[in-house]
């Protein structure tokens, strides 16, 4: 029997009131209300995919790699010879979320990459709220209020915004369940070691980013449940040891290629740290993704909006966020009040529900506080002034400062924040009786649903374009050439293209710029043209676009003519006559990847005098060149 501050409280795997939801109901509801706030993803789970610009093309890529390296190839996916053709290039250091690679495999083998790839996107909205459930019922004591917290942490409307681009930043439904089960371990022992560890390195293998933002949390919780456990502290150091030992067992297969490939210098991983923080007004100013309201918001989004990337959205909810304050002014209003009482100066006195929401609101404005980025300026009769946040001290810690983008703190103060409403759910509904308490909920959960709601869904279809099928006739092995391309996010296209056709491409889009590609591009200054929209001036010497492409033994050259600057803006001018404030939809017509038609125009009549006719072309579309040998 437990005899600690504990003994009087529920199972994590059970519910504080046998009337009350379930786990595994509350995993029902969450999953029938995730197929109605991501409609219509399952309607098109085999034909469309979440409408990114660029990012989602490269997440697309590595789960068709990840199935073809270890399902036809029964090699390791972590070099690969179909980017930057000819030779192997190591992946180590490029993003791959093994965890959504390995979980999503079996359905992408049976329907393909965009069933996947939708599959982890609704996983990622169904576990985050059941894994807040799970850790705010363990504090909360009560199903009704954990379940809203649940909701308010899934549709955080950063989330969605993620899961357009990022799947691996988008999956971090291991996050709660990791706190619910280290919480679990510091109160109850027993097994809650293994559940520990293997939440952690879920969590770490959906992204290491992920990994390592929840070890501040971590740090927090067993820190607070180790002290207040009657359970000796030496044991649940232990136990935490072991979990930590576990999921360093789990990861090492897929953190060794990133170490291996790091200590050998193949990429530049100095990629600095990008100016992109919450924006603290934008936490409180909902997002534009609402059904009813979303629209009148285009105009303040489009004025405020300080970087184009994914991960500027920062609203966070006025329902949540209400709820959540209710908690933290009632728990700072009894902690005052008990300071000047004797009797709340004992262990036992402060050992309740308020010093938990204290926990949370510590954790929930500290990663809020990271999220904020690096500092805040302003200019006053002394000049520019500069107040550090605590994001400056954070990126200097060794391994933290691979996080870089300040926005994605604002995930586990999201995580802190979904508790703290659920805190402040159960305050409001615990004078009342249990029917009355079941309306109440149910009217807060529905406030939640609609303040967070982004419908419909986002999506695009996801087809191969009519040519495809005569890339797939050329010969096996064929290395390509597309203009035109990039050595970074421009290469994007023809990646997806790529798990079409399945031939290998000279160009390639990967997480971390190669020494050996930069090599390649000093050697070859011409490939800048093709992959960088404002290549140097060295660009304009060195050997042609013809002598290239044979000493690099590309076998065929295509061109596209879709892909030009003015093609581009013309496609761009259609959106915003039909979506004149659609960010997301603009976004998949930026003039910024293109290329000048009059650069695309001198390549071409290289291409025709150096090899003849195109061996295919659809005019204004594409034209496919055949690369011979100099007579």
């Not at 449940?225 to 999921?247: D, G, M, Q, V, Y």
């Not at 006195?349 to 506080?369: E, I, K, P, T």
């Not at 946040?389 to 810690?397: A, C, R, S, T, V």
Request: one cysteine or more.
């Amino acid at each position: 029997m437990i005899t600690s501050a504990h003994s009087a409280e529920i199972s994590p795997l059970q519910a504080s009131d046998k009337k009350e939801l379930s786990a595994l109901q509350a995993l029902g509801l969450y999953t029938l209300l995730a197929i109605v706030m991501t409609w219509p993803l399952v309607s098109q789970f085999t034909t469309h995919i979440p409408r990114g610009a660029h990012d989602i093309y490269q997440n697309i890529w590595n789960l068709w790699w990840w199935k073809t390296a270890l399902t036809e190839n029964f090699a390791s996916p972590y070099t690969t010879n179909m980017l930057f053709s000819p030779g192997e290039v190591p992946l180590g250091n490029h993003t791959h979320s093994p965890g959504n690679m390995i979980l999503s495999l079996p359905i992408n083998l049976l329907l393909g990459e965009a069933a996947a790839l939708n599959l982890s996107v609704l996983a990622s909205f169904i576990f985050s709220a059941h894994g807040v459930f799970l850790l705010a019922r363990l504090y909360t004591r009560s199903a009704g209020a954990s379940f809203l917290g649940g909701i308010a942490f899934a549709y955080l409307p950063q989330h969605v915004e993620q899961t357009l681009e990022h799947i691996n930043l988008a999956s971090y439904q291991a996050m709660p369940y990791f706190s619910w089960a280290l919480a679990s371990l510091c109160r109850y022992g027993g097994k809650w070691w293994l559940a520990t560890g293997g939440f952690f390195a879920l969590n770490a293998l959906y992204s290491w980013h992920n990994g390592l933002m929840v070890v501040p949390l971590g740090i927090g919780v067993f820190l607070f449940e180790s002290i207040r456990s009657e359970r000796p502290f030496t044991k649940c150091f232990i136990e935490a040891s072991l979990a930590a030992l576990l999921a360093v067992l789990v990861i090492s297969p897929f953190l060794w290629p990133l170490i291996r490939d790091t200590k050998n210098e193949v990429a530049i991983l100095q990629k600095g740290f990008p100016p992109k923080p919450v924006h603290p007004l934008f936490t409180m100013i909902p997002h534009s993704g609402h059904p009813l309201w979303g629209e009148s918001l285009f105009a303040t989004y489009k004025q405020g909006r300080t970087y184009p990337s994914v991960g500027f959205m920062a609203y966070l909810g006025v329902i949540p966020l209400a709820l959540a304050s209710t908690a933290i002014l009632g728990g700072l209003a009894s902690l005052f009040s008990r300071l000047f009482k004797r009797s709340s100066k004992t262990k036992a006195g402060f050992s309740d529900l308020r010093a938990q929401v204290l926990l949370w609101s510590l954790l929930g404005f500290f990663f809020l506080s990271l999220a904020f980025g690096e500092s805040w300026k302003w200019t006053n009769e002394e000049g520019p002034q500069e107040f550090f946040l605590p994001f400056h001290w954070m990126k200097k810690i060794p391994f933290f400062g691979l996080v870089r983008v300040p926005n994605r703190f604002l995930v586990p103060a999201a995580l802190c924040f979904a508790v703290l409403a659920s805190f402040g759910a159960r305050s409001l509904g615990r004078p009342l009786i249990p029917k009355t308490k079941t309306i109440v909920f149910s009217l807060m959960t529905l406030l939640v649903i609609l303040d967070l709601a982004w419908w419909p869904y986002p999506m695009r279809e996801l087809t191969p374009p009519d040519y495809i099928q005569s890339i797939r006739d050329l010969p096996e092995d064929s290395t390509l050439l597309n203009i035109p391309s990039g050595h970074r996010a421009r290469a994007a296209d023809d990646m997806l293209l790529q798990t079409w056709h399945g031939k290998p491409i000279a160009s390639g889009y990967l997480s971390t710029r190669l020494h050996s590609i930069e090599d390649r591009l000093k050697e070859y200054p011409v490939l800048r043209k093709i992959f960088e929209r404002y290549p140097p001036e060295e660009a304009n010497s060195g050997p042609n676009l013809v002598s290239t492409v044979r000493n690099l033994k590309v076998d065929y050259v295509i061109l596209h003519f879709d892909r030009t600057v003015e093609s581009l803006n013309t496609q761009r001018e259609k959106v915003q006559q039909s979506h004149p404030d659609d960010f997301y939809q603009l976004r998949l017509y930026n003039p910024e990847k293109g290329m000048p038609r009059a650069t695309l125009n001198r390549f071409q009549q290289e291409l025709r005098e150096a090899f003849g006719e195109p061996i295919y072309q659809i005019k204004e579309l594409i034209e496919i060149y055949k690369v011979t040998a100099s007579p």
